[in-house]
């Protein structure tokens, strides 16, 4: 596949077919992960699992409630260890939280069972993306902009070690899952 060309449905099945691990998406809170996700599964018949909701389940209270109560080291133990069951289980494509990637562990896990694509994106579209809901705990206390920078700023080394890095912009998300796509085929 040239970059410039449309995907076809048989392009994709057969991109589809020859993907034998998960798809795990790394990159910032607001990068679409979860909606370009569920997009992307889709389109290559794959089931979707977001990390936080089966963390979330798992847990049985809310990501802001297990950050509050026990704090984010513990917080990033079961998410890495939910990511471990969900690459084992081998779920078609899964999101993950924004600070997923950085803990070495997980990071490791997921660069030697799974494919990872960052989704970047630039800081004034995840502002306005992340200001639609009150439900990121990083970003409670204190100007997202400056949060988001800062955040971006520090763990750009950890992402950039992703297999695959996609920009997400403000076009439909089928656009950035079809760009995933092609990517994955260029770097199968």
Known sequence: ????????????????????????????????KST?????????????????????????????????EFGEPYFRDGERRVIARLIEERAGVIATGGGAFIDPETRALILNSAI??????????LVERTSRR?????LRNGDPKAILTGLANDREQFYKQAQIRVESEDGPHADTARRIIEAIDQWL
């Open 1 to 32: 596949m040239t970059a410039d060309a449309t995907l076809t449905q048989s392009d994709i099945a057969t991109i589809a077919a020859a993907i034998d691990r998960p798809i795990v998406l790394v990159g910032l809170m607001g990068v679409g």
């Open 134 to 138: 009150d439900t990121r705990p990083l």
């Open 36 to 68: 370009v996700g569920r997009r992307l599964a889709g389109m290559l018949d794959r089931d979707f699992v977001d990390a936080d909701d089966a963390i979330v389940e798992a847990a049985q209270r809310s990501i802001a409630e297990i950050f509050e």
């Open 116 to 125: 990872a694509v960052w989704i970047d994106c630039d800081i004034d579209t």
